[in-house]
């Protein structure tokens, strides 16, 4: 079956028609069924990849052929000789030796411009004094060559120039050459002797593939990479020849100059393990790449892993990353597949890209002092079986632990976010634990078909609707998010729209498909029941949304599974415009003409002045013929997300360049034009469609309104606006997440009926300290303005105090309020305030304790004392807690009888002095406890 598509278009009115956008007519992909046969689904950069060796272009070489065929092609070739020219160059050909002279630089050949020899059956080269460069590809893969005789005058060899050379047996070179480009003895694999004194520019993977056994650094190299030697398994010690400034050599591993880093460490530089000279810092980019007879290594001082520093190499066992390396460049230990134990130390915090990537015997992490994992860190490791990432690490980038295929138990004890494909591929994975989570993206999960379920905590803010299969069962414990798509959630809320759904007209768009297919010898497609159903949801979604992704952000698939394809359209009146618009458009008609296709849903939505259509295609072989309904008015609910969303992603894979970003607005409307004061208007929220700026009018439980500035308008619950004064002012609408301001004008001046507010003070006694005294605060029914208040020394109120009062007697206050453009002025009744002495009162004997029996818990006796109240200001009285009365008595005098048989307690007397006009009344407590 081909791949199905959807499309949209929308059609531009008028003047004064709502502005639209002209749709693409894009063909995607819907993968309805991704299993674990298919393509891996991870993440990378792009532009960053390991190094992988040296090839020509394409086709730049010449066909392989044997010696007989090379003569056979020749024989019957035009040109049969053994001699000619190239540009500026002659060559002959005697026996098996090629003979080449000329001035200058030899000519660059290429898989379109061959060399002239290069099906000539050659074994020896003479390249004659006079020639200062050898071009690129002037002798690729010319096996049959095994010696090459190069001029004094030669300075240059070129890209490739030998490359494929694989009976070549040494490249000893004059010293006048100084440069050999990338991959010019690539592949020349029984090359065991290289010497080239003259060299200053050394190519990459100039030598890939040559097996000599040493190798000295030329003086003049002032930058070298071991990635020259790509490939090599051979080498067993390096030298630097005298007078470089650059490099030196140390039992056959090379430095910088200064020492402070490791170059290159040979090849097959020995077993066991090595330990770095404690002056290193550095260890250069693929420094010890392909060294597999390498077990293991001391880092000793060192601070930093150049890119590939480990690459591919033999490591094996505990590899421990000392406290004092801090960074690592990409693909570090990538592909030590003998490596079991991975320890960070506390010097670095991030993982480098790819660091440890398929690296196969991984089957325990140490993440040390780590805060972030670098994406693909630790994909196809798959050893690991249970991973816990401490809460020290909270994000990190996509692909971290994608394809670990015997991974089973992970725990990301402080992650907040999970990436892209983090997971994918981890086909035994079967407990999530992830207690801190708030964002999980698009196929973090992806073909993990022994994950079943999982739970998400209350921190989870997003869950992509892909992010795992649909038949995962997810307990999500934020019960604010809302469900979408496939397996998604989300904050959204729900807004309802309503509309009339034209089935009238959906019949007729069927009619006029099938026309079509009937033209192009295709079978008619089914109005099928369900797929007609998704397609009015559609359309409706349309009003909100004008996109193939859903208004709350899923994928316009997961609103039937029998969907696999969609057209949608926006503005267009009747069937025929609408079938025109779509025959006239190129992913829409072939769409309708799909000969896959048997069965098909077709909606028309209108609302507030516009039209939306949609067509589902379908291929269910079952399909249950629709039919046709009365054209309906309904309420249709829609999800509306929180924040900004993306359009949904119909594919699998990596999304490259930028993708369609949504958010919705909202504008209030009003039913009037003008705003006078003593008039009213009617509000209402609208949301603006952000896929075609139309307006979609709705309703919702959560609209909330205010007015910033209430003397110049009110609003109620239903936005219904009463205009008080003149002015500006600024109604809000809110919904759940969304809110909208409109800043109205409002003219003239509102005639207001004054209201007089009742304000009333109550009487207060303080104590007297020397300093004023305040009465409390008026109580106010009504509007009011300021609150004053006034203090008088008289009952009649006429000799007014200048401060507040502070000498011990009675004074009298009245509290007024100030009139307002809303009220009047008024006063309050006259209250008392009272300043007294502190009572002088105290007691002989404040408490009193007995023992109880220890055999009955009572008192064995009775027992009595006196009070002995003195100073008290006032008539002094006495009174007993309710629990006494049964076994304490009191007389006037202050005589206290404790009972015999009086149980173990705690048991009150207060004794109170009343005051007099000078004094304030006291209180005193005594206590006796039986124990």
């Not at 990849?49 to 066909?63: D, F, H, K, L, R």
């Not at 089935?503 to 099938?514: I, P």
């Not at 100030?818 to 009047?824: D, L, R």
């Not at 002495?837 to 304790?849: C, G, L, Q, Y």
């Amino acid at each position: 079956m081909r791949k199905k598509g959807i499309s949209r278009i929308a059609v531009l009115l008028g003047i004064g028609a709502i502005c639209g956008m002209l749709g693409t007519t894009g063909r995607y992909v819907y993968a309805e069924n991704m299993t674990t046969a298919t393509a891996a689904i991870e993440e990378s950069t792009g532009d960053i990849t390991p190094a992988t060796g040296y090839e020509v272009s394409e086709n730049a070489g010449p066909e392989l052929y044997t010696s007989d065929e090379k003569l056979a092609l020749q024989s019957t070739s035009n040109d049969t000789s053994q001699s000619g020219t190239w540009e500026n160059v002659t060559w002959t050909l005697s026996g098996t030796t090629l003979t080449i002279s000329g001035k200058g630089d030899m000519p660059d050949a290429s898989s379109s411009d061959k060399a002239p020899w290069y099906t000539l059956d050659v074994e020896k080269v003479v390249i004659k004094s006079g020639i200062t460069k050898i071009g690129s590809q002037n002798f690729v893969e010319m096996y049959d060559i095994t010696d090459v005789t190069y001029p004094n005058t030669l300075k240059e060899i070129g890209e490739a120039a030998f490359y494929g050379c694989t009976k070549l047996q040494e490249v000893v070179l004059p010293s006048s050459v100084k440069t050999i480009r990338s991959g010019a003895y690539c592949d020349c694999k029984a090359v065991t002797r290289i010497e080239i004194p003259g060299v200053t520019d050394l190519g990459s993977y100039a030598f890939q593939n040559n097996c000599p056994t040493t190798f000295t650094i030329p003086a003049g190299v002032t930058s070298i990479s071991p990635l020259v030697f790509f490939g090599n398994t051979t080498i067993e010690s390096y030298t630097v020849a005298a007078g470089n400034t650059a490099y030196v050599a140390r039992n056959g591993v090379v430095y910088s100059k200064d020492q402070s880093e490791l170059v290159m460490y040979p090849f097959n530089g020995g077993t066991g393990s090595f330990t770095i000279p404690s002056n290193v810092k550095e260890i250069g980019d693929y420094a010890f790449y392909n060294n597999i007879s390498l077990n293991t290594v001391n880092f000793s001082n060192v601070t930093t892993l150049g890119e590939g520093a480990f690459y591919m190499s033999g490591l094996s066992g505990t590899l421990t990353l000392s406290d004092k390396i801090s960074e690592a460049g990409n693909f570090a230990f990538q592909g030590c597949t003998k490596i079991t134990t991975v320890k960070f130390g506390k010097g670095m915090k991030e993982s480098a890209y790819s660091m440890f990537e398929k690296c196969t015997g991984i089957t325990s992490i140490d993440f040390g002092g780590l805060t972030s994992l670098g994406m693909r860190t630790f994909l196809g490791c798959n050893s690991l079986v249970e991973v816990t990432v401490p809460a020290t690490i909270k994000s990190w980038d996509g692909s971290v632990f994608n394809s670990c295929q015997k991974l089973v138990t992970f725990r990301g004890m402080g992650l907040e976010y999970v990436t892209y494909a983090d997971f994918a591929q981890c086909y035994a994975l079967t407990d999530v634990y992830l207690p801190k989570v708030k964002e999980i993206y698009r196929q973090a999960f992806a073909n993990c078909p022994s994950l079943k379920q999982i739970t998400l905590p209350a921190s989870t803010q997003f869950v992509d609707e892909n992010a795992f299969a649909k038949d995962v069962v997810i307990t999500c414990n934020n019960n604010q998010l809302v469900r979408f798509g496939y397996n998604g959630f989300r904050y959204a809320e729900t807004i309802q729209i309503k509309g009339k759904r034209y089935y009238t007209k959906a019949f007729e768009v069927l009619d006029k498909v099938n026309a079509e297919r009937a033209k192009n010898g295709l079978d008619a497609l089914t109005m099928d029941t369900g797929l007609l159903e998704t397609a009015m949801i559609r359309a409706g979604e349309q009003a909100v949304l004008f996109s193939h992704t859903r208004p709350d952000g899923a994928s316009c698939f997961s609103a039937d599974k029998n969907m696999i394809a969609e057209n949608i359209a926006i503005n267009q009146t009747t069937s025929e415009s609408v079938m025109d618009s779509w025959m006239n458009s190129t992913g829409h008609r072939e769409n309708i003409l799909d000969e896959d296709y048997t069965s098909i849903g077709v909606g028309c939505f209108y609302i507030n002045g516009t039209y939306t259509w949609v067509q589902c295609f379908g291929s269910n072989t079952d399909a249950q013929t629709a039919e046709k309904q009365a054209d309906r008015t309904i309420t249709q609910n829609i999800n509306i997300p929180k924040k900004k969303f993306t359009e949904a992603i119909t594919t699998d894979g990596i999304v490259w360049g930028d993708v369609e970003t949504y958010s919705y607005k909202f504008v209030i409307q009003m039913d009037k034009d003008t705003y006078t004061a003593g008039k009213s208007v009617n509000a209402k929220v609208v949301l603006v469609n952000p896929g075609f700026s139309m307006y979609c009018p709705f309703t919702s439980g959560n609209i909330t309104w205010s007015s910033d500035k209430k003397s110049v308008a009110t609003v109620d619950k239903n936005g219904k606006i009463a205009f008080v004064g003149g002015g500006k002012v600024t109604i809000t609408a809110k919904t759940k997440y969304h809110e909208t301001s409109l800043t109205l004008t409002v003219q003239g001046k509102l005639q207001v009926t004054k209201t007089t507010p009742t304000l009333t003070l109550k009487n207060k006694t303080v104590t007297y300290t020397g300093k004023g005294k305040k009465i409390g605060a008026a109580s106010v029914k009504g509007a009011a303005g300021k609150i004053t208040y006034k203090y008088y020394s008289d009952s009649k109120c006429t000799k007014r105090l200048s401060t507040y009062p502070s000498k011990v007697g009675t004074y009298y206050v009245i509290a007024s309020a100030k009139a307002t453009a809303t009220s009047n002025s008024a006063k309050s009744n006259v209250a008392k305030l009272m300043i007294k002495k502190s009572n002088p009162m105290k007691v002989k004997v404040a408490s009193k304790t007995y023992k109880a029996k220890k055999s009955t818990g009572n008192l064995n006796k009775k027992h009595s004392f006196i009070i002995g109240v003195k100073n008290a200001k006032g008539k002094v009285t006495y009174s007993r807690s309710k629990a006494s009365k049964a076994y304490i008595t009191v007389s006037k005098k202050g005589k206290v009888t404790v009972r015999k048989g009086t149980p173990k307690g705690t048991y009150t007397i207060t004794v109170k002095a009343k005051g007099t006009s000078k004094y304030r009344g006291k209180s005193k407590k005594i206590t006796i406890k039986v124990s």
